[in-house]
Nanobody
Framework: QVQLVESGGGSVQSGGSLRLSCAAS????????MGWFRQAPGKEREGVAA???????TYGDPVKGRFTISQDNANNTLYLQMNSLKPEDTAVYYC?????????????????????WGQGTLVNVSS
């Protein structure tokens, strides 16, 4: 059973940075597409970043050039470095894992068949 635990959220001023971490257990990392999605109050879930099994990365348009996804396979940890944060980045951020066909990574952040996700961590960006 895959378990994902996020950390690193918090409050930051506009223009600041945060790094989210996702500790993963109960899986073989090389078989999973991993990534992040977020949900702001009153809005639908939105794919943020993804890393496929071959290392290919994908980013949502609102975060391109500001966010970076990375993975430490030795420690089964996924990261999301968030720079130049904006108030519109305020949301609960979730770590996600998807198995083949890995639609989250390969089909525009398809969230309908995710294999697992964490409890989320809140990011609040003030202006």
């Amino acid at each position: 059973q895959v378990q994902l635990v996020e950390s690193g959220g918090g409050s930051v001023q506009s223009g600041g940075s945060l790094r989210l971490s996702c500790a993963a257990s109960g899986y073989t990392g090389s078989n999973y597409c991993m990534g992040w999605f977020r949900q702001a109050p009153g809005k639908e879930r939105e794919g943020v970043a993804a890393m496929d099994t071959d290392g290919t990365t994908t980013y949502g348009d609102p975060v391109k050039g500001r966010f970076t996804i990375s993975q430490d396979n030795a420690n089964n940890t996924l990261y999301l470095q968030m720079n130049s944060l904006k108030p519109e980045d305020t949301a609960v951020y979730y770590c996600a894992a998807d198995l083949y066909p890995a639609l989250f990574c390969r089909a525009s952040f398809n969230l309908n068949a995710l294999h697992a996700w964490g409890q989320g961590t809140l990011v609040n960006v003030s202006s």
